[in-house]
């Protein structure tokens, strides 16, 4: 039973880990550079292309990245999840 | 060769088949069909479900506009609109599917082990469902009356009967599936004048390059020559924002945090048979968003483009023959202050008050006149934002049968959120006020009858809303989302993520929240509407980004109420530890 809550504290403290690294990235790139540094960026162009670099955070590139991070969060937590079934199989 | 009205009831006509088609089909038998379709949704036809759920009108047809007329600023929506599905999808979505039951005032009811807090959930649900719906409503109608000269109020009840019939049938079942062929109809209808327009100005098909490239034969890039226009004619540049970075801030993650706690959002995850379903439908409902989405901000340089090309400095008989139909439907209207015959836009509203109001003769140049009095500056022009959508395909003189699909999709946005606020509404009178609170006894075939009863005195009470649209709709549906930042969604991550989180706390939390962001509102908006500026916000945080303060305060508030008042009871901590871990499989 112990050894069971101890897996469960285990699989949750993973799970914020994951959670707290891919909200950093998700504040970073909208909050961050679509807004707070939009206008120092500007000066920047996105290469290949004629996007200011802090409008270009603000209207594509933060959608863009929203999408991966679900996508990486749902495979990264389903092997998590794998994981956890194996180690209760394993008592 | 078919005229656009003709184009128009044609595809609209088909489309509407094919959802009394789908609702005929996939009637619903019980209670948890009605509610969560059984949980048999696959997760790629969720997150279908999910886009055409919360892409509404508004999305559709006004948020290409709203970008176009506020270039960078506009950015907040756009963010606001998808960052929120990152927070639902981390933070809430997974937990919230461990937990099953039916409903969103189920788990704060549950968690908060307190009929006081389902019944403030259930009447925050039924608040800003109906809001939004009439809202939905009203879109149908000027959708219908716009292109079918059909009049508004018929427009609204053919939208009406329409949703009756597959929400009042199918329940959540029906609706799901519905919404999937509602999604595939407004993304084509959304990407065809799109990928077309971005041909005929940038060159390529995919209007996510193509507004960032230079056209050919060109020396200045879309952007860089639409900054310029800008500048030229009074207008911020495009792509600078207003600089009020606070607020900017606080805006969009108001409008994260609200859409991660709108009810008929969370709700559409219950339906999936799994954890790990609930969290990849959430990627695929966020792909399916954001393909809409990247598109718009395409969509609002080449038509802002556009819109000054045409117009500008060109005297009234040389425009071509759109603005003069639009002029017709009072959507765009021309007082020529100069005496000149030609058009010049600059910044600034032309007209005193701001929407014109159109007078039965013509004048000099054979435009409408107005009753209202011109402005002192420049501009002689307005237009409505809902325009650069709506007319783009006629600006930009493509096929009718194009013309015809933007119809035809305005409607599957409109149509397919109404229904799944409709269901919210129903689920919150049968399930929790009747079920869960009042009748305790309701055999489920009862409860199901009572689900239908209210879908449909739902669907008629929202029909009303929309033929006779309180003034104050579009003002509240924008601070649904406040609202839902500083009530639901705290609630419900702290309900998650801190065990000893309890009653006493959250009903506190949610309660300063909820009047704090209220007031914020009714203060500015409605009570003092001439201090609703930068010097007198508190903060320069406008009334739309209050909701982020008010969050603030929730987790305050809870934090120190819960520090001196008694943990849950065990079985709830319990109930925590069980969310918080896999599915045995």
Redesign the interface.
């Known amino acids: 039973m112990s050894q069971d809550s101890d897996v469960?504290r285990q699989?949750?403290r993973k799970?914020l880990k994951i959670?707290s690294l891919?909200?950093t990235i998700?504040a970073v790139v909208?909050?961050g550079f679509?807004?707070?540094l939009?206008?120092w960026l500007?000066q920047f162009q996105?290469p290949g292309?004629?996007?200011?670099l802090g409008?270009?955070f603000?209207?594509?590139g933060?959608?863009?990245t929203?999408?991966i991070?679900?996508?990486v969060?749902?495979w990264r937590?389903?092997r998590?999840?794998d994981e956890?079934?194996a180690g209760?199989d394993g008592q | 060769m078919m005229g656009v009205t003709a184009w128009t009831y044609l595809l609209v006509g088909a489309s509407f088949l094919l959802y009394i088609v789908i609702a005929i089909r996939s009637r619903a038998s019980s209670t948890g069909e009605f509610y969560i379709a059984g949980q048999h949704v696959p997760p790629l036809a969720n997150g279908m479900a999910t886009a055409a759920d919360w892409m509404s009108a508004a999305s559709f047809i006004s948020m290409a506009g709203i970008?176009s007329f506020s270039g960078?600023d506009g950015?907040v929506y756009?963010?606001g609109w998808?960052?929120g599905?990152?927070l639902l999808?981390?933070?809430l979505a997974?937990y919230l599917r461990k937990f099953g039951k039916f409903t969103v005032p189920d788990f704060i009811g549950e968690r908060y082990y307190s009929q006081t807090a389902r019944l403030v959930a259930v009447i925050c649900a039924i608040f800003v469902s109906f809001t939004y719906v009439a809202g939905q409503m009203r879109g149908v109608g000027v959708v219908f009356s716009r292109f079918l000269e059909i009049d508004v109020t018929n427009g609204v009840i053919i939208g009406m009967a329409i949703v009756f019939i597959y929400a009042v049938l199918g329940g959540m079942k029906g609706i799901t599936y519905t919404q999937v062929a509602q999604y595939c109809v407004l993304i084509f209808a959304f990407m065809v004048p799109a990928i077309f327009i971005s041909l005929m100005v940038a060159g390529t098909a995919i209007p996510?390059?193509g507004f960032?490239?230079?056209p050919d034969g060109e020396e200045l890039?879309?952007?860089?020559r639409l900054d310029g226009l800008h500048e030229q004619l009074g207008f911020t540049k495009y792509?600078?924002?207003s600089?009020n970075?606070i607020n900017?801030?606080a805006i969009?993650?108001a409008l994260m945090a609200g859409t991660a706690g709108l009810p008929h959002v969370i709700i559409r995850f219950y339906t999936v048979p799994s954890?790990?379903a609930a969290?990849?439908s959430?990627?695929w409902a966020?792909?399916f968003i954001?393909i809409l989405?990247?598109t718009a901000?395409a969509v609002a340089v080449f038509a802002r483009t556009n819109l000054i090309d045409t117009v500008e400095n060109k005297s009234y008989s040389e425009i071509p023959r759109w603005f003069k139909d639009w002029e017709n439907t009072d959507l765009i209207a021309w007082v020529d202050k100069d005496g000149d015959g030609r058009v010049k836009y600059r910044a600034g509203n032309a007209l005193d008050p701001a929407k014109p109001s159109f007078l039965e003769d013509r004048g000099a140049s054979g435009e409408r006149l107005l009753s209202n009095t011109p402005t002192r500056n420049a501009n002689e022009l307005y237009v409505d934002r809902d325009i650069m959508v709506l007319a783009n395909p006629e600006i930009a003189g493509l096929p009718n049968w194009v013309i015809a699909l933007v119809a035809a999709g305005g409607l599957a946005a409109a149509l397919s959120t109404a229904a799944g606020l409709l269901l919210v509404v129903s689920t919150s009178i049968s399930h929790d006020l009747l079920r869960k609170w009042l009748r305790p006894d309701l055999s489920d075939r009862d409860e199901l009858l009572a689900a239908r009863i209210s879908a449909g005195v739902a669907v008629c009470i929202a029909g009303y809303l929309g033929i006779n649209p309180p003034g104050f709709v579009a003002e509240v549906v924008a601070f649904a989302f406040g609202l839902a930042a500083a009530s639901f969604f705290p609630a419900i991550l702290m309900g998650i993520f801190i065990k000893r989180m309890n009653r006493e706390g959250a009903i506190s939390g949610m309660l300063v929240g909820l009047i704090f962001t209220a007031s914020y509102i009714i203060y500015f908006r409605f009570l003092h509407p001439e201090l609703d500026t930068v010097e007198n916000w508190w903060w320069g945080i406008s009334p739309k980004g209050i909701g982020t303060v008010g969050l603030c305060f929730n987790f305050m508030v809870a934090g120190i109420v819960r520090s001196f008042t008694a943990d849950p009871p065990a079985e709830v901590m319990k109930m925590v530890?069980e969310i918080?871990?896999?599915?045995?499989?």
């Open positions: 469960a699989y949750w799970n959670i891919l909200l998700w909208s909050l679509g807004i707070a939009a206008p500007n996105l292309t004629e996007f200011p409008f270009w603000a209207q594509q933060s959608i863009f929203f999408v991070l679900i996508f969060y749902a937590m389903n998590l999840d956890f079934s209760q | 970008i960078y950015s756009l963010m998808t960052g599905y990152v999808a981390l933070l997974p996510q390059i960032g490239s230079i890039s879309l952007l860089a792509t600078l924002g600089g970075t900017l801030l969009t993650f954890v790990r969290r990849q959430a990627g966020l792909l954001a989405y990247t901000p530890e918080r871990l896999p599915e045995v499989k």
